[in-house]
């Protein structure tokens, strides 16, 4: 079965990197047409994509969060992180990790972990 774990501190503080490590099992990331993906919610609010990284490699980025978002992965670990720089108490909501198959579907979804950006 796939699972996917996030993991990263729970605060960070403004006009910082907020950094979170996605841990994947019981698939590989680099598995043929599969993309990895990064998705918030904000309270109150609607899901949000933040970004991909393929199964090659390849990141795509949401145009408004693109400026100040990176998505990288260490094959080796079977992991992808999200960094998300000069962060505000806007960028403050509930990050998952999902696995997404096709242009929209996720199958799979992390547990999600909060993360609050606040001096």
């Known amino acids: 079965q796939v699972q996917l774990q996030e993991s990263g501190p729970g605060l960070v503080k403004p006009s910082q990197t907020l950094s979170l490590t996605c841990t994947v099992s019981g698939a590989s990331i680099t598995t043929n047409n599969y993309y990895w993906s990064w998705i918030r919610q904000p309270p109150g609010k609607g899901l949000e994509w933040i970004g991909d990284i393929t199964y090659n490699g390849n990141v795509d980025y949401s145009p408004s969060l693109k400026s100040h978002t990176s998505i990288s992965r260490d094959t080796s670990k079977n992991q992808f992180t999200l960094q998300l720089s000069s962060v505000t108490p806007e960028d403050t909501a509930v990050y998952y990790c999902?696995?997404?198959?096709?242009?929209?579907?996720?199958?799979?979804w992390g547990q999600g972990t909060q993360v609050t950006v606040s001096s």
């Open positions: 999902a696995r997404k198959v096709g242009p929209t579907h996720c199958d799979y």
